[in-house]
Antibody, heavy 129, light 107 residues
Framework: QVQLQESGPGLVKPSETLSLTCTVS????????WSWIRQPPGKGLEWIGY???????DYSPSLRSRVTISVDTSENQFSLKVTSVTAADTAVYYC???????????????????????WGKGTTVLVSS | DIQMTQSPSSLSASVGDRVTVTCRAS??????LNWYQQKPGKAPDLLIY???SLQSGVPSRFSGSGSGTDFTLTISSLQPEDFATYYC?????????FGRGTKLEIK
């Protein structure tokens, strides 16, 4: 059974860097793509970005200048860094596995559907001095 | 960015009711639409992927339909454990975007 567990400081000061790690068990981190999502208090879900099997990354444009996602295959972990945080970065942060399903339709098109099928329990990060 | 509009934002229903939640994309996303259920204080759970494929372990009372820009999530007979918030999410184009959620409450 695949499990993900987020870890990191629960309190970060404004202007500093938020650093979180997601430890993966029951799956090899080299076999899938991995995402970060956050949820501000009382609000909806916001996709932050992902790192693919090949190591390429893609980030939300609203966070791209401040976000880095990386993988440590030796520890079977992936990480999130957000620089220059403000109160607006206060949220529950989730890591998730991004899986894919191949399709081939009658028009001859093929590709993948992507979805986040395994989630960590989430970790709360408060940005405050 | 592709905008996802969910309706209604909240819904009151009774156990045994049939419930439908809709999600509209601001442009065509083919069938790249996922549905998640989130209970208070918990992480979201995947219910439906690729618009209509039921995730393993999810009860068959949940179903999804649609393609292009209009999608629906249907719960055929509400159970007590189904009262939660439901989110749609498009995975056609990054940044992947979520709807604002539909909170399903007990009538």
């Amino acid at each position: 059974q695949v499990q993900l567990q987020e870890s990191g400081p629960g309190l970060v000061k404004p202007s500093e860097t938020l650093s979180l790690t997601c430890t993966v068990s029951g799956d090899s981190i080299s076999r899938d793509s991995w995402s970060w999502i956050r949820q501000p208090p009382g609000k909806g879900l916001e996709w932050i970005g992902y790192i693919s099997i090949s190591g390429s990354t893609d980030y939300s444009p609203s966070l791209r200048s401040r976000v880095t996602i990386s993988v440590d295959t030796s520890e079977n972990q992936f990480s999130l860094k957000v620089t220059s945080v403000t109160a607006a970065d206060t949220a529950v942060y989730y890591c998730a596995r991004q899986s894919r399903s191949f399709y081939y339709d009658t028009s001859g098109y093929s590709g993948y559907f992507y979805y986040m099928d395994v989630w960590g329990k989430g970790t709360t990060v408060l940005v405050s001095s | 960015d592709i905008q996802m509009t969910q309706s209604p934002s909240s819904l009151s229903a009774s156990v045994g009711d049939r419930v439908t939640v809709t999600c509209r994309a601001s442009q065509s996303i083919s069938s790249s639409l996922n549905w998640y259920q989130q209970k208070p204080g918990k992480a979201p759970d995947l219910l439906i992927y690729a618009a209509s494929s039921l995730q393993s372990g999810v009860p068959s009372r949940f179903s999804g339909s649609g393609s292009g820009t209009d999608f629906t999530l249907t719960i055929s007979s509400l159970q007590p454990e189904d009262f939660a918030t439901y989110y749609c999410q498009q995975s056609h184009t990054t940044p992947y975007t979520f709807g604002r959620g539909t909170k399903l409450e007990i009538k």
